[in-house]
Nanobody, 124 residues
Framework: QVQLVESGGGLVQAGGSLRLSCAAS????????MGWFRQAPGKEREFVAA????????NYADSVKGRFTISGDGAKNTMYLQMNILKPEDTAVYYC?????????????????WGQGTQVTVSS
C-alpha cells in the first residue's frame, strides 16, 4: 500500500507561482511512475504531468508545457510540481497519483494510488 499526501495549494493571482508537494509513504518501491492530475468543477480529471521513479523520464500536458515542472526527491519520497505563470484556467483540485507499472500513462484509470487533493485557485 502507498499513501500520498499533497500540500502547497492556495489562492494566487494570475501570473503567479505555486509549488505543490506530494509526500509518499508505505510501499514506495512498488511504483514506477508518479503523476499530477487536476479536476475543475464540472470537468473530468485530466493529466498534468508525470515522472518516472528514477526521475529520468517526464511528460507534460500541452496546456502546461513551459510553465510547470515536475520533479522528485527520492531521499524524501516527495514529488513536486512547480507551477509558474499561472492562469485562471489552471484553477482545479490537484491530485498526485502513483502507478505500479513500468511505463507512462496519462489516463487516471491507470493509476492505483491517489492523494486527497489540494485546491489551487488562480484569480484574474
Amino acid at each position: 500500500q502507498v499513501q500520498l499526501v499533497e500540500s502547497g495549494g492556495g489562492l494566487v493571482q494570475a501570473g503567479g507561482s505555486l509549488r505543490l508537494s506530494c509526500a509518499a509513504s508505505g510501499r514506495t518501491f512498488s511504483w514506477y511512475y508518479m503523476g499530477w492530475f487536476r479536476q475543475a468543477p464540472g470537468k473530468e480529471r485530466e493529466f498534468v504531468a508525470a515522472i518516472s521513479a528514477s526521475g529520468s523520464s517526464t511528460n507534460y500536458a500541452d496546456s502546461v508545457k513551459g510553465r510547470f515542472t515536475i520533479s522528485g526527491d527520492g531521499a524524501k519520497n516527495t514529488m513536486y510540481l512547480q507551477m509558474n505563470i499561472l492562469k485562471p484556467e489552471d484553477t482545479a483540485v490537484y491530485y498526485c497519483a502513483a502507478r505500479s507499472a513500468p511505463y507512462l500513462s496519462v489516463s487516471p484509470l491507470d493509476y492505483l494510488y491517489w492523494g486527497q487533493g489540494t485546491q489551487v485557485t488562480v484569480s484574474s
